[in-house]
């Protein structure tokens, strides 16, 4: 099918997987970007022009690009994302690389599929209002109920474990030129922080966050080249997963492959288990659950186990960190930057009330559970 037929399809274009396309990085700071200038009506032209769909167009939620919800008349539903034009070029062609990886070596696992343009190619590049041009994608949209608004079930953290396990299988083997790029969410380029904690307000917890890193410096940085890495999700985190009602017992999509980054695989574990820790008398209880079921298809090596309690307080001293400086630095959107420093906090007390011995022991025994 060629860019010159123009007839349009009442469903979704082939799915792609192999070969992206690959562009020239971008250097900028994402947060000072406005997003691009696409209404519903560009979009919906962007849609049949390149990939010869059209059908119900609605603007969805955003940090940076601009999404849109295509429904078609077949009934099937659609992502047309729009990235950003400061995005790093490379780092999108890696996402949409490792997308089409995953629907060649794991075709079940519900992560989202890229759809073919009217070129065969996985993006093509569309003008923005502005005269801006941005990389367009079209992807399967995923139905689901994000985690973040659900109320957890029995099972339901086992099940996430082994979720999470099949995405770093899917992944082995995978590699892109740009998945060595720095980037500060990374937890092993955890020392690039230090000159951030002078924009954290509370003298205590900047203390804390201190001696956290003075750990990192001596105790992680070097072991890093000793453990298992390859290029990982790296945000497995509440707002990312899809369950399966607001009575959640099952996963059943991942989104926002933005992260995504060649790092060790325990700090992508430590990411995910960073969101679980509870209050109360059992801290730990959903987090081991979690490593149970990852651990029960991806076996984890004696010294990941041992350094997961410490990535799990780097992965919430990068977070506080980093909201410290973006909320200092864009004053007017603080609020929304720092809306997950509280349970940032709170899993650091958590840990600290319970003692790294404690949770490498409380983990041990999960990961050899089954």
């Known amino acids: 099918m060629t860019q010159a037929e123009t007839?349009?399809?009442?469903g979704l274009p082939p799915f792609l997987t192999s070969a992206a396309v690959s562009a020239p990085p971008a250097d900028a700071d994402l947060l000072a970007q406005a997003s691009p200038a696409i209404d519903t009506a560009l979009a919906a032209e962007i849609a049949q022009r390149h990939y010869g769909i059209s059908g119900e167009v609605k603007t969805l939620t955003a940090e940076k690009d601009a999404n849109f919800l295509l429904r078609l008349p077949s009934g099937d539903a659609a992502l047309l994302k729009i990235t950003n034009a400061a995005e790093d070029r490379a780092v999108t062609d890696m996402q949409t690389a490792a997308l089409m990886h995953l629907a060649a070596t794991d075709p079940s696992l519900p992560v989202q599929r890229i759809c073919r343009s009217l070129n065969g190619n996985a993006c093509e590049i569309a003008q923005a209002r502005d005269g801006q041009s941005h990389v367009v994608r079209l992807m399967t949209f995923l139905e689901g109920t994000v985690?973040?608004?659900a109320t957890p079930r029995a099972g339901l953290f086992h099940a996430l474990g082994d979720f999470h396990a099949r995405v770093t299988l899917g992944l082995r083997g995978f590699f892109h030129p740009a998945a060595g790029h720095f980037l500060q969410w990374d937890i092993k380029q955890a020392a690039h922080l230090r000159p951030m904690l002078s924009a954290v307000q509370d003298p205590d917890l900047r203390a804390q966050l201190d001696v956290i890193l003075n750990r990192f410096d001596a105790e992680v940085?070097?072991?890093?080249?000793?453990?298992?890495?390859?290029?990982?999700h790296n945000d497995f985190n509440p707002h990312n997963l899809l369950?399966?009602?607001v009575e959640a017992t099952r996963p059943v999509g991942l989104i926002d492959f933005g992260d995504?980054?060649?790092?060790p695989i325990v700090c992508d574990l430590a990411v995910a288990c960073s969101y679980h820790i509870a209050e109360g008398s059992d801290p730990l209880g959903a987090m081991c659950e979690m490593v149970a079921g990852y651990a029960a298809r991806l076996p984890l090596e004696a010294e990941e186990?041992?350094?997961?309690p410490l990535l799990i307080r780097l992965r919430h001293a990068t977070t506080l960190a980093i909201g410290a400086t973006r909320a200092e630095r864009y004053c007017e959107n603080a609020d929304y930057i720092l809306r997950n420093a509280a349970a940032a906090e709170r899993g650091l007390a958590a840990l600290n009330t319970l003692g790294d011995e404690a949770a490498i022991t409380a983990l041990h025994n999960a990961a050899q559970k089954e």
Do not use: K
């Not at 007839?7 to 009442?10: I, K, N, P, R, V």
């Not at 995504?260 to 790092?263: A, F, L, Q």
């Open 260 to 263: 995504m980054v060649h790092t």
């Open 305 to 308: 186990i041992a350094l997961l």
């Open 7 to 10: 007839a349009l399809s009442d």
């Open 243 to 245: 369950v399966d009602g």
């Open 147 to 149: 985690l973040s608004n």
């Open 221 to 232: 940085a070097p072991r890093l080249p000793h453990l298992r890495a390859q290029v990982v």
